[in-house]
């Protein structure tokens, strides 16, 4: 299975926008991005998912390189709620169904 | 919406004791799922049903056993507890087993082995 690698932990300010990286350079053609977070003794939550096309949703914004070796899960005004792990997946044929992959993420902490 | 219901959220158990996990969903979800989470680490999957009476192994599936009996629920058995099952264990379900579906995860237990 293609491997996402992250940064352990990001700090923001509160409401400013924040860009959360992810590199995955094996990607396959077939593999989607999945994007999910987990808030202090809560379940994991899923933000986003994409293909190829950058995509919104109300949570965030998920910008994928053009070679889809890497993606950026944009938060636009980040708020005391938003600090939580953020987990970029990979997700193909070989893990469809509830078998997600998770790394260590990246932690998530925003300054007031 | 109830969504995806985990009992209890914790537990204590002596070493050997059994124990089952409840999970329950009103979403009428055909998948479901078992993770694992030990302190500071990503979730592992555990077990996993693709629907009603048809389950199969994830990544770490030793000490554990389930069954899925209806489509509402789906139980996580701990057969004879060991310290080393102390986690949080997270129960999740899906409509589909689409690559470009989305989990929903319950809050999950806390469990701690003694």
């Known amino acids: 299975d293609a491997k996402t690698t992250q940064p352990n932990s990001m700090e923001s300010n509160e409401e400013e926008p924040v860009h959360l990286p992810c590199n995955h350079s094996?990607?396959?053609?077939?593999?989607?991005i999945h994007w999910y977070r987990q808030l202090p003794s809560q379940g994991p939550e899923y933000v986003i998912h994409g293909l190829t096309s950058n995509v919104n949703n109300r949570m965030a914004s998920l910008a994928i390189a053009e070679d889809r070796k890497s993606s950026t899960l944009i938060l636009h005004r980040a708020t005391l709620r938003d600090a939580a792990v953020y987990y970029c997946?990979?997700?193909?044929?070989?893990?469809?169904?509830?078998?997600?992959?998770f790394g260590g993420g990246t932690r998530l902490m925003v300054k007031p | 919406n109830a969504g995806v219901t985990q009992t209890p959220k914790f537990q204590v158990l002596k070493t050997g004791q059994s124990m089952t996990l409840q999970c329950a969903q009103d979403?009428?979800?055909?998948?479901m799922s078992w993770y694992r989470q030990d302190p500071g680490m990503g979730l592992r999957l555990i077990h996993y049903?693709?629907?009603?009476?048809?389950?199969d192994q994830g990544e770490v599936p030793n000490g554990y056993n389930v069954s899925r009996s209806t489509t509402e629920d789906f139980p996580l058995r701990l057969l004879s507890a060991a310290p080393s099952q102390t986690s949080v264990y997270f129960c999740?379900?899906?409509?589909?087993?689409?690559?470009?579906?989305?989990?929903?995860f319950g809050s999950g237990t806390q469990l701690s082995v003694l």
């Open positions: 997946i990979l997700r193909d044929f070989n893990n469809a169904g509830n078998m997600l992959t």
């Open positions: 999740a379900s899906s409509n589909e087993g689409a690559v470009n579906e989305k989990l929903f």
């Open positions: 049903s693709v629907g009603a009476g048809i389950t």
């Open positions: 094996t990607i396959s053609g077939t593999d989607y």
């Open positions: 979403m009428n979800h055909e998948y």
